[in-house]
């Protein structure tokens, strides 16, 4: 091995201080995460510390030469990390208030040590270390950042060392200043405003100033007993028994007699007892406000002497505001005695008189708190609370409140007289009381256990929300800030909050909380009984991002938990589409299709929200439908058709009702086809008649029903055999549910009425007579669904169609026409439209029917003398043998309801009216519907907008102008529409009406119109 030249230095000690660099900067950035304060700041040293590591573990890869600007940066380096792990050590053991304390020195030197250390790096010469292009600008980036970075200590620490520095150069030497700076300094550092905790850290603090004694630092040993001295007048880390032994060691030596002021106590200026006396130049005392007006207003002399001072400075008398604030605190102590009596006074104006003074007490000194408990008036405030005078009880509330404000050991005291159980009571009272009730309650609720035994007082949560609601901003802010803390200590708290409609906290804790609480929460949401007004608010606070969470990513407890909640919110309309928007389908069609284990009872709740969002109250758009069946609604459909095939049948109804609700819509024609396409006819046939649930049967009707429509009632023609037949009609017979009923109606109703197959299968079920017996119910006194009567009258149709003549006389022997005329006479627009669709259909067979003689012989004519005539068709007739109209008297009610203007029924009835204009009768049925009236009807349906009337109308008007004297007696009235129609009309229409205007001989004279 070659010898080493003398001007080269070996590496190993280059390696060595950098080694010992990169153990000082993991000990100290491990030693970052214990500090007691600052700890932001310290994350932001332990950073920098952080990624100055892999530079120097980089650099010792490398084989360096020794210089002495490399080795001087190496020893700087070490030495600040040295400073930087005493400083951190410092903050991991010295007291919190020591800390707090000397906070903003902390600071300096880590901005010191973050310099120190930046400039050192900035020395090393990058260029001849070997460095890579991206080492060397990550240095410098790094470098750059740990110069422009500035530490800064907290808002609340330069707070609170600045009321240090007040306090201590004002010379403040009383309770109310040092507990509102010991309290200050608690909240910095985290310490619980316990006595024993904050005895233990002024006790730590004492440790503090006497380690700095021990190693010579006279200047933080004085400071550090400056601050002891300044919090010693504190007496919150004295505990409640300690307060009162000093309380009634101070009143055993007084009197009952308050003091009189000392002439010094008062300000010569004012006349008033000072607050902050001060001394000027002239050797007298003044309040310091009052002095500084009188100088400010240019005078340069004593107030009192008149003789010019040397000066205006201003000089604080702490000796005499010690004996002032002695003399304060005595006549308090004096007086607090005579209270106790004063409050069991039966005088009103006595008992609100010492209330007031209670509150001024509270109000002034924190110290007057403890002193009104030591005096054992507790349990006297708490006791006026059962007052039976209003203006008591307010008063009492508000000085209760200040007496308790921050004091946890007189919180427990107060609540072993009942104080909690007494404020809930007030809750329930006038507005003014229960805002000073819940004001109470906060101050209460901050301490947990007594949140716990709030919780348990009937009401309380239940009143507390109606507080929400109240006009008073801040009572409503309280309520809500009670409602939180009780959340806190009790989950099922949050419930019952949920359960009286103030969702916030159940939200939040299903939001942020556990596994565990995530599904109590959502549990508890699905068993609420919920308005639609709070399930949509529900959604708009943001519940079904958490819902969905847990259902796509949550194990089977949590899913099951979330669909419950989910099938709470999708009964609500309003929620449908922002749910279905959402994504929720997506995932509830996915539990449904899987094939993997799932537990079946999840499979059946994501079928109650599918068909809760399917089938909401309320039509569904044509988008909405897109969105619940997705991009491939085709393989939507077959999937959902087959599990009615593979469920049970609580899925199988409710996958119905989602397919009716999608169905249901107009806009839903395609899907419809769609699903008998696919089978679903069969299908469901098939399910009415196997499948022995109620539920799922009815469901199966809906749902044949909704495919019979717009031309599918020959495919539901084509599955319907005797047995299904007569399911139906055992339906009709045994169901006491009128919608039942007429669900099945109106499915027969949609059943082609020329298909002869179905119409004699429904006859050998026995329809007929169901038939008549609920036709019958118009005539009852008993309420009867309207529906059920129409749907019966449109499936009566197909059984008296002219093409059947058998079954026609079948029916009117069954006594069917009295129950046609009834309905025609005062049924619903449809009614009286389908009696009379069949009123038509059966006089289309009167003329067969009618028995007539083909000679006019002498017996005949005897015959004719003897017994009556049809005036319309010639021979005998009777409603019951030839379903004659005439005999019927059906003539006068189908007129009458052209006159009474309902356009649903125009066409039926000019339907079977034109039955009496047929060839082989026609002038005899003009005749008769002359003397009956209504030929005007029919000439004032000319007007009308139905082409199909308005032709109707032209026909029988063509067969009765024939007769020239309904020509000369109705031609002017008919002639103004005529005219209009050969003009306006439809091209038969046009026809039609010129060739009547031609009959009536007006053609002519009317030329110019054509």
């Known amino acids: 091995m070659p010898p080493v030249a003398l001007n080269e230095v070996t590496v190993a000690p280059i390696s060595e201080l950098l080694s010992q660099s990169l153990i000082q900067i993991a000990e100290t950035v491990h030693a970052t995460r214990d500090v007691l304060i600052e700890k932001e700041s310290f994350a932001q040293l332990s950073s920098y510390l952080g990624k ?3 530079i120097l573990a980089e650099l010792q890869l490398k084989r360096i030469r020794d210089s002495p600007t490399f080795r001087t940066t190496l020893e700087t380096l070490a030495r600040e990390l040295r400073n930087a792990k005493d400083i951190v050590d410092t903050c991991r053991t010295k007291s919190k208030f020591y800390l707090l304390i000397n906070c903003r020195s902390l600071m300096k030197k880590m901005q010191h040590i973050t310099n120190e250390v930046s400039k050192a790096l900035s020395l090393m010469p990058l260029a001849h270390l070997e460095l890579s292009w991206d080492s060397e600008q990550r240095i410098m980036r790094i470098l750059q950042e740990m110069q422009d970075f500035e530490f800064k200590t907290a808002l609340i620490a330069d707070e609170v060392v600045g009321k240090i520095e007040m306090g201590l150069k004002e010379h403040k030497e009383n309770s109310n200043f040092s507990n509102e700076l010991l309290m200050q300094i608690a909240k910095a550092v985290g310490v619980e405003l316990c006595p024993s905790l904050l005895k233990i850290e002024l006790e730590q603090l004492k440790k503090d100033k006497e380690t700095a004694e021990l190693q010579k630092n006279k200047a933080e040993a004085l400071q550090l007993e400056q601050i002891a001295g300044l919090l010693s007048w504190a007496d919150l880390a004295c505990s409640l028994d300690e307060r009162e032994k000093v309380y009634h060691a101070k009143r055993v030596s007084l009197g009952s007699q308050p003091f009189p002021p000392l002439q010094s106590f008062c300000c010569p200026i004012t006349q008033d007892i000072m607050e902050d006396p001060v001394e000027i130049a002239s050797g007298h005392m003044f309040e310091r406000a009052a002095i500084q007006k009188w100088f400010a207003e240019g005078h340069t002399i004593c107030p009192i002497t008149f003789i010019a001072i040397a000066n205006l400075e201003l000089k604080p008398n702490a000796i005499l505001r ?10 308090t102590m004096i007086q607090l005695t005579t209270m106790r009596t004063k409050l069991a006074s039966q005088n009103e104006e006595v008992v609100l008189a010492a209330l007031g003074q209670l509150c001024g007490m ?18 006297t405030l708490v006791n006026l609370l059962r007052s039976s005078k209003s203006s008591i009880r307010k008063k009492t509330l508000l000085t209760i409140t200040m007496a308790l404000k921050g004091k946890i050991e007189l919180k427990d005291r107060a609540c072993e007289f009942g104080v909690v159980a007494l404020a809930v009571q007030s809750l329930a009272r006038e507005v003014a009381e229960s805002r000073l009730a819940v004001a109470l309650l906060l101050e209460l609720s901050n301490e947990q256990k007594i949140c716990k035994k709030m919780s348990k007082i ?9 507080m929400t ?12 800030a009670v409602l939180e803390n009780l959340s806190k200590v009790k989950e099922q708290n949050a419930v019952f909050m949920a359960e009286a409609s103030y969702f916030g906290p159940l939200l939040q804790h299903m939001i942020e909380g556990a596994e565990t609480t995530k599904m109590i929460m959502a549990s508890a949401l699905s068993q609420i009984a919920l308005t639609d007004k709070s399930r949509r608010v529900l959604v708009q606070m943001g519940a079904l991002p958490t819902l969905l969470k847990m259902l796509s990513e949550g194990n089977l407890e949590l899913k099951s938990a979330a669909l419950g909640a989910l099938q709470n919110l999708s009964v609500c309309l309003e929620n449908r589409n922002v749910m279905v928007k959402s994504g929720v389908v997506k995932l509830v069609l996915e539990l449904l299709f899987t094939r993997k284990s799932v537990l079946i009872t999840i499979k059946e709740q994501a079928a109650v929200v599918f068909a809760n969002l399917a089938s909401s109250s309320g039509m569904l758009s044509y988008d909405c439908i897109n969105d619940l069946l997705g991009t491939d609604s085709n393989l939507t459909v077959f999937k959902l058709l087959s599990l009615l095939n593979l469920s049970g049948h609580l899925i199988q109804s409710q996958i119905l009702k989602a397919l009716v609700g999608m169905s249901c819509p107009p806009s839903s024609k395609a899907l419809r086809m769609t699903l008998r396409e696919a089978g679903a006819v069969e299908l469901l046939v098939g399910l009415y008649l196997v499948n022995a649930n ?35 009609v055992d339906l009709l017979v045994n169901s006491s549910d009128e919608d039942t009923r007429t669900l099945v109606l109106g499915l027969l109703f949609n059943i ?22 609920i036709l019958h119910m118009a005539f009852s006194n008993v309420a009867v669904k309207e529906e059920l009567l129409e749907n019966a009258a449109g499936v009566l149709l197909r059984f008296t169609m002219s093409s059947n003549v058998p079954l026609q006389q079948k029916v009117v022997a069954d006594g069917i026409i009295p129950i046609l005329l009834h309905l025609l006479r005062s049924g619903t627009p449809l009614m009286r439209c389908r009696s009379a669709m069949s009123l038509g259909q059966l006089s289309e067979s009167t003329w067969k029917q009618t028995s007539r003689r083909k000679k006019a012989t002498l017996f005949w004519c005897l015959m004719r003398q003897m017994e009556d005539v049809c005036r319309v068709h010639g021979g005998l007739c009777t409603a019951e043998k030839s379903f004659c109209l005439v005999e019927a008297q059906a003539v006068p009610l189908l007129i009458q309801a052209l006159v009474e203007q309902e356009s649903a029924v125009f066409e039926p009835v000019l339907g079977a009216l034109a039955t ?10 003009a005749d008769f519907l002359a003397e009956a009236g209504g030929i005007p009807p029919i000439i004032h349906l000319l007007t009308t907008s139905d082409a199909k009337v308005v032709e109707t109308s032209l026909w029988m008007l063509e067969r009765i102008f024939r007769k020239e004297q309904y020509g000369t007696k109705y031609g002017n009235l008919a002639q103004m529409a005529l005219v209009s129609l050969t003009q306006d009309g439809a091209s038969k229409a046009r026809h039609m009406a010129a060739r009547i205007l031609a009959h009536l001989h007006v053609l002519q004279e009317l030329s110019s119109y054509f």
């Open 52 to 54: 100055v590591s892999p």
């Open 322 to 331: 010690r004996s002032i604030n002695e003399w304060r605190e005595r006549n």
């Open 362 to 379: 509270c109000e002034s000194k924190l110290i007057h708190r403890h002193w009104i408990a030591a005096e054992g008036l507790v349990p």
């Open 458 to 466: 009937n009401g309380c949560i239940f009143l507390l929300v109606a």
């Open 469 to 480: 609601n109240c006009e008073g901003q801040q009572a409503a802010e309280d309520a809500k």
């Open 694 to 728: 109620m539920d799922v049967r009815i469901h199966a009707l809906k749902f044949l029903h909704l495919l019979s429509q717009d031309g599918g009632g020959e495919a539901l023609a084509k599955e319907i055999g005797l047995k299904v037949a007569q399911s139906f």
């Open 752 to 773: 082609p009425v020329d298909n002869s197959s179905v119409t004699g299968m429904l006859v050998d079920a026995g329809l007929l007579p169901v038939l008549k017996t």
């Open 916 to 925: 009496l204009l047929y060839d082989e009768f026609w002038e005899r049925g």
